[in-house]
């Protein structure tokens, strides 16, 4: 029912500006019939009118464009995120908390979604070594998607005392929240350990055998969870960020395949690929993808990146409207 649900909704989508069309390509031909009136003043209007009409078209037929591309099926999922600091250091983990920060405040903003934390391991001087989180909502996955890959810095660190700019670098990986029909893991595939919980926690953590690691035997995905009280939660979070993994494993071998067919500049088949870099000294942050630059490097550390965002989103479809026409 969700399924058809999404499917009926984005069709109805299609219709509406399909009509639309329909409708301006009627009043264009009722308005240019109106240009042979020997009557001036009618004639007259009827030449704004099609001036009107022949200018709103296009734009009505561009809009229409990405509404025919075939629905990308994991589109409206929820979205598993992963940031990790990188090479780096105590900087690394301070620029991993950056991140973070930035992602939390642009999903807080973004009406419709909430975050759920599923794992979060401290570094030192208030940075972060590894967030793992889940964002609910409508199309999180979708647009969030293109935030894959390695996130450089180059900044004077706080750690630094005579002043040189140094290179650090996080990951990012955004992953689509896997359903039970997505893929069979078989628990002869599974081994699971317990084992004590480390680290600051509740008066259950480290008194009992609570955290739970996941290994996946045919791929080699380990997956650990201690964040929460209890073995079976424990356990439930770290299948529900397996399964996502398994699924990201599968789209990104499509992805590159699809990306040997056409050079693809946005796509999230390659974790490795260095895709922003945020230079503190001069203010600039720069998406190397689509050659995307900003100066307000404040302001997107603040969360406000929905620029950005729509600009990655513009370039993916209209790379698959050429990819279409070619």
Known sequence: MASLGREH??????VEQAKALEKM??????????LSFEDPELAA???????????????AEAALKPLL??????????????????TGGDEAALFAADLYR????YIERHGGWRIETISMGDGTLGGLKEAIFKVTGPTAFGELRFESGVHRVQRVPATEAAGRIHTSAATVAVLPEAEEIDLKIEDKDLRID?????GPGGQSVNTTDSAVRITHLPSGLVVSQQDQKSQLQNKLKAMEVLRSRLLDLKVAEQEAVRSRMRKSQVSTGDRSAKIRTYNYPQSRVTDHRIGYTTHDLAGVMDGRIDELMDALRL???EEKLSGDAG
């Open 9 to 14: 909704q984005r069709l109805s989508q299609v």
């Open 25 to 34: 390509d009627l009043e264009l031909a009722q308005a240019r019939e109106l």
């Open 45 to 59: 209007e009827a030449k704004q009118e099609v001036a009107r009409i022949e200018l709103a078209i296009p734009a």
């Open 69 to 86: 591309l075939p629905p990308d099926p994991l589109h409206d999922r929820n979205a598993i995120f992963e940031i990790r600091a990188g």
């Open 102 to 105: 930035m992602y939390t405040r």
């Open 194 to 198: 317990v084992f004590r919980s480390s």
């Open 315 to 317: 370039a993916d479809i």
